[in-house]
RNA sequence: GCCUGUUUAGCUCAGUUGGUUAGAGCAACGGACUGUUAAUCCGUGUGUCGCCGGUUCGAAUCCAGCAACGGGCGCCA
């Protein structure tokens, strides 16, 4: 039993139409139905949403019924032969039943029926087992998968960038103390968790062009909402001899090939998300990635929520910063779709974004998105160190601080630029799922850490 | 950090102007029945009404404090 065949996964399983085989599944019972002549068994691995249909004899059911309930670990001998019933066409007609891990029905927390994801977050260990997390996690694998592949692809290097540092002052928000209990100085100072990987990948896009960052970050801000998390997984590609255009040209095959390619390969967890999380998905998300995505300057945008005439929370107008009730609106309502803002007023940017022509604004981009507001957020980066010195002034970052990073600016500089996603944040677009927490195995967030 | 809501059975929730043994659906349990599909039918209520004080003859219900968990905004990805 144990080895490469030690089992069938129920995936590869349910694409064999050959009735007659010999099978072994193992895995979990979602449900079963007994009865005096034959009884079902439903058992899931993880390896698909489906699950497959065991056939037990009077016999069998009679000697397991009692230990098949829901959350039981199994192991099924059969034989893999065509099923009467009408939801599916081959069946296992076990001969052999071993329960691996009993259960109990009645102290089992999980049930057959419908449970909210607020409840399923005080059990994170069962979590797993529901269909909405199975779909959920399989996405996410895809999908991170689907990441690596796109740059790998395209002759980008991944870098590992540290997930200590002792910059404190990156501009991304606030981070969190790293402190050796017997050593305050360990690190030489203060130490914290990254909350950025995307000026430390500077020094390799220097060296290697077109680099990528895949990792955590962490962000020590008590941010209360279903779009925020203290620890969560980013990507920053960073590409040299290259401008805003090239950036956003980037961002949109991105978005766009990823989405395609994960879409493509989990139709199953996809039409659950489609039918039980968000209807409509595949729709919007189709419509999304067949189309130009839209783009418009910083001044455009503005433009567009004045000439609305709406009564906003906060100040729409030319220099004003654009809100989050503003970016829905332009995503969802005006471009019905993706869109990039650009040249964003500099003071609202961090210090490391290019100044452009006009000294007032910089070379930035956000794409906003229905539903979800900010995905990605990027720039060219500022490559001429007279000007990155006049950043750091009018921005308040202490230069000084930054010695190897002005270093990259006398030491054959080129325009370059690149993009932050949030992973988690990409994965609710394209799952529909409405919280941050329910797209984490383990989420943290302001006094949540315990499992 | 600001604003706001929720907390009653294993789950999702109802519970009137404060009133007697606290309710429903589902789950679970017992039984029947069925090539069933979250099967169906019959039967059974399993509870510190979040915690702690207060008001009252009487509190799930009103008041104060606390806690946990959400939602909106900000910060950002």
Redesign the pocket.
Known sequence: MAGVDRRTPIRDLLTNANAGADVTVTGWVK?S????????V?VFDGSTPKTV?I?LNAELAEQFKAEL??GAAVRIHGAWVQ??????SL?V?ATDVTIVGQT???DY?L??????L??L?TMAHLRPRTNTMQSVFRVRNALANNIHRFFQDRGFMWVHTPILSTADAEG??EMFRVLHGDDPEFFGGPAYLTV?GQLNVETFGQAFTDVYTFGPTF?A??????????E?W?IEPEIYFANLDDVIALATDFVKTVTKATIEQCPDDFAFFNKFIEKGLLDSLNAAISADFARVTHDEAQDILVATGKKW??KVGRGE?L???HERYLAEEHFKGPVFVTDYPMEQKAFYMRLNDDQRTVAATDLLVPRI?????GSQREERLDVLDDLFRRHNVPGEDYEWYRDLRRFGSAPHGGF???F??MLMWITGM????DVIPYPR?P??AGY
Do not use: D, Y
């Open positions: 449900t139905r007994f009865s005096k002549n034959v009884s079902f439903h249909q056939v309930g829901i099923s009467p019933g009408g939801e599916q069946e007609s109990h029905p009645s927390p049930q057959k029926k419908r449970t909210s607020e409840n977050r991304a928000g950025s962000r801000e008590k941010s209360n909402t279903p779009r925020h998390a203290c969560f980013m929370e906060f910063s809100q989050a009730e507001g900010e995905m990605i957020g932050g996603l949030g988690e944040r409405k919280n941050i927490r967030t006094g949540q």
